[in-house]
């Protein structure tokens, strides 16, 4: 039985052998960058209007000859003289030889020229070439998720192609009998295979690549099979009760494999029974088969192995401090993760109790986002207290 | 001109017709439910052991008589009497006539039968049908997106079908000359496309269909082209100097297929070149080019309704409360969605300052996540400063 912070400690300790490829730019969405990036050219890499008007060479008097136009494909820079100027939309082409560049309301036009109300300052709405960065400056660091806005902004760079770290293989089983899919009719006795779809659904936006390999019966023969085929994956989650080492016959199927049994249980409820097995290629998570457990072990420690095996840099849980608004209860001497409603009130975080704490139900998880710790030294706790809180998919 | 909070209100205000469709529950995932959903039958549906162990019928002795095994798919309750028991997995079936299951653990197990070491309660380790939730009670409310936790739970209900909203289509194009693609060759003074992606990426996640109509220039031509299909959707995106109403053809075009303009700017930094524009059927967002001007309306703006067009009933940025780590610059007399560096420590949402918040810089987007609200009467702000945050994916 380890603690939940020996046994985070003893997975982010796991030395894993990454692998990497190149792929194009446009296939690299919510993939984790494997290398650090430098820009290619300055940016700007020209002298740039920051808005729509007119390019000019200044001279004393306020009136200016138009000389055509600022054409983004066309690197020759217009031949103006003083008085002179070019037409230049945002963003576009200031001549090297213009010093200023004028509001296109600030300016009166008459056919071919224009009129100023007042002489400009040097250099006004011109953005430098490399004001924003300099040709073979850092710009993103390895280990990065390239994710929302990391994205675009590898886009922009103009970068063809980037290393990524190679996409984790995992496999999923689930055991038991009694196991129904969505769409199937209701048996009395049965449940609805939930497991399956947590997995799926928590995992599912990480760049890692999910096989579900079935239902498998909780007898030697089908862990056997199974872990026969463990070496394909890099993690192998299982979720029942065979999953746990409650069996001898499931030790002596890892020892077979060489597996080594890293974590045997953690002190958390709901979901003590976990257990956590390893041999040079696969990392296996046994994990409890009710629904409530099997989601607080994947939130609390598959989740962040996943992540670093994703080769994402920041790969832990954040934790926020926020506010009860119901009380909550839980008992001395174990740490209760208890599933809650988090929302955003009055700018700071708060959490709601869903009503039922009990590890066999799950319904009320419809509207879970959220894990709350309570400490094993703090037991029930009343509303207003404050609380570290785990978001699941953000606030 | 509207401010800020006014332009969210006229777009909060908008009716929308929306539609609905009826899908398999394991094609549901992240779509929002258009009913609210009761039960169809009790949580547990019969009374099931909460643990692996011994379903018996009490008597006086402590020996008690192994009389085979509950099996999940029969529904015949073993004929045992006082003095006998079945053995039973967690969550398995806890026949009718027992009183209480015994754990594994705490008996003697003896050829055909087991002996307790002390009479158990009555009940114990049984959980009671209908516990969870009775049949027919209300679990999910309409409006809700099945996301990470709320499908899994949805699954676990056993239902067969949901009622859903129908996806939006959002149709996005670009303007300007300017524009390369990811794996283009770099050309002195174009840009690489970034908006096409920032759109792709932070709506992507959203149950909508995402349509790239191209790139258009800024002409009358390009732009009625685009214009007279725009009935084909229900929001259409522009990017670029043609999108904002800055020239009358656009305005003319828009008269032509009966649009209202309901927003033409919006009192904020940067990009407040916002043009909203609606008829019957569509609802077009002209956007500013700059891709830190279009990321930032689309945040502000665009996302929220979008998440309303796909029936998501909290569909407004989440706003936390957090310090700033570094200094913040901002003009009085606007209010400013500075980019920022947001992360949790010890607890609390911090924010740091990029570098630069030049509306024609994007490069530092790579790490943002979130954005700090400058109030127009605050101006910059020291270190340590308490600020309103918007957290781009969540926390």
Redesign the interface.
Known sequence: MHKYEEALKILSNISLNFKTERV???EA?NRALAEDLY???P????R?S?V?GYAIVIWDKMEYTIKGES???D?RNADIQAGECIFV?????VPDNTDAVVRVEDVEEENDHILLNRKPEKGVNI?LAG???SENTL??EHG?LL??????????????EVKVYKKPKIGVFVT???I????DD??????????R??L???LG?LPADIHYLGRFN?DEEDIAEVLEKSDEYDILVSSG?VSMG?YDFVKKILQEYDYEIIINKTAIKPGSPLMVARNENCTIFGMP???AAF?TNLILYLLPFVRKSCGIKNFEN????GKLRTSMRSRINALYFNRAIVK?ED???VAYDPG?Q?T??????????GLVMLDENVGSLEKGSIV?II?????
């Open positions: 194009a730019v446009n969405f820009t290619d050219f940016f700007p890499d020209c740039k920051a729509d054409v983004p494909g690197l939309m945002t963003g576009g082409i953005n004001e924003e960065f710009f993103a990065k994710d929302e806005l990391a994205f675009p902004a590898l886009c922009y760079s103009g970068k063809k038991g009998d009694e129904l899919e969505p769409g209701y048996k009395r006795g049965h449940v609805f295979n939930t497991n779809y947590i799926h659904s928590l936006h909780d009760g409650k088969g009710y629904p989601a954040n934790i926020v401090k955003i700018g700071e975080p039922s009990k066999s139900h799950f319904l009320n998880f419809f509207n879970v986002n570290n978001p699941v998919r953000g606030l």
